[in-house]
């Protein structure tokens, strides 16, 4: 049975929240298992992107994984074909990391590709870095 999530969300709420699993207490890392949490950070993200996913697995054999902007966090989402399984995580862009320990850390988890794209991101962030992108929280709901 589908869960459904009653989260404010801006205007009535300060920062979009966005929902994971698992949070470390810095608050700097999260992950995203639940398909219904997936599915209801998917939202909040817009359809620009949904579409993007979409036209991926379909066209894509195993599923597809992607990079994604979200205020001072960077999520990659990961996505099986027939859509059973996924994967969101959430790291926090403003980490005291050197750069190259964070290359390092993304070749662990990520493929190649799916690393140099978020390395791209990361930089770009740190680049335009302003208070105005703290404007996400994330938020381990407590399960009914």
Do not use: C, W
Not at 94 to 115: A, G, P, W, Y
């Amino acid at each position: 049975m589908k869960k459904h999530f009653l989260i404010p969300q801006p205007p009535i709420a300060e920062k979009l929240t966005f929902l994971v699993d698992d949070l470390n207490e810095t608050r700097t890392v999260g992950i995203a298992t639940d398909l219904d949490k997936i599915e209801y950070n998917l939202k909040l993200i817009g359809d620009d992107f949904n579409q993007d996913l979409e036209i991926g697995i379909n066209f894509l054999e195993k599923g597809i994984t992607d990079v994604v902007d979200l205020g001072r966090y960077i999520s990659v989402v990961a996505i099986k074909k027939d859509q059973t399984e996924g994967k969101m995580y959430f790291f926090d862009s403003t980490v005291d990391f050197s750069r190259d320990e964070l290359i390092e850390q993304m070749k662990e988890l990520f493929n190649e590709s799916i690393s140099n794209k978020f390395i791209t991101i990361y930089d770009l962030m740190v680049s335009e870095s302003s208070p105005s992108f703290d404007n996400v929280e994330l938020l381990r709901p407590l399960e009914s």
